[in-house]
Structure formats: structure tokens, C-alpha cells
Nanobody, 118 residues
Framework: VQLQASGGGFVQAGGSLRLSCAAS????????MAWYRQAPGKQRELVAT???????NYVDNVKGRFSISRDNAKSAVYLQMNSLKLEDTAVYYC?????????????WGQGTLVTVSS
């Protein structure tokens, strides 16, 4: 199973970006999908999650600005980022937890860079 992320880029503070991540390969079912980010010199942190049933959760500092969604038919997850701030600058990674042969598996996308400028 592989994840392909896209949609990063340069944006001015206050602007918007939409990240996409699509899964390919063989799996039984998707359990949850999530977006993480890693800013320069910092640890990777969880940004948002969405369960198979569509329940979403966000880290406090993106609530009201970011929105995670998914398209089950396309095995894709999206992150709509509005009112971007300088501190949102990071490499964003998508993550998927899925059921495979006999176990729960996790896979990471390759990361997409988001740079917010003043």
C-alpha cells in the first residue's frame, strides 16, 4: 500500500491551500486517515484525523481553520487549510491505518512542503 500526497506550495499568511493524499494498493479496509506535520527543528505532530465513519479530530491550534475530509470511493483524504499562519510552515504527511492480512497496518505518504510567508 502506498500513499501519494500533493498540494503543498508557497502561500502568503492568511491564504489557503488544499492538500490531497490518495492510497493505492491492496488492503481490506481503511480504519482511519490523518495528516501530520513536521516543522523545521521540531518533532512530527498530529494535525487532524478522520475515522472510517467520518469522525474528525483536530489539534487545538488548527481548529476552525483546517478541515479534514475523505473520499472513500477514491481512497483519498484531503486537508483544507484556511487562514494560514507562519507557524503552519512544515512538511505535511498523510497517514493511513488499514486492515490487511491478519493485522492493522500503517503507512505514510512522502510528505508535501507547505511554506507560509508574511
Amino acid at each position: 500500500v502506498q500513499l501519494q500526497a500533493s498540494g503543498g506550495g508557497f502561500v502568503q499568511a492568511g491564504g489557503s491551500l488544499r492538500l490531497s493524499c490518495a492510497a493505492s494498493g491492496m488492503y481490506y479496509s481503511i480504519v482511519a486517515m490523518a495528516w501530520y506535520r513536521q516543522a523545521p527543528g521540531k518533532q512530527r505532530e498530529l494535525v487532524a484525523t478522520i475515522s472510517s465513519g467520518g469522525i474528525t479530530n483536530y489539534v487545538d491550534n488548527v481548529k476552525g481553520r483546517f478541515s479534514i475530509s475523505r473520499d472513500n470511493a477514491k481512497s483519498a483524504v484531503y486537508l483544507q487549510m484556511n487562514s494560514l499562519k507562519l507557524e503552519d510552515t512544515a512538511v505535511y504527511y498523510c497517514n493511513m491505518q488499514y486492515m490487511g492480512p491478519g493485522a492493522l497496518y500503517g503507512v505514510w505518504g512522502q510528505g508535501t512542503l507547505v511554506t507560509v510567508s508574511s
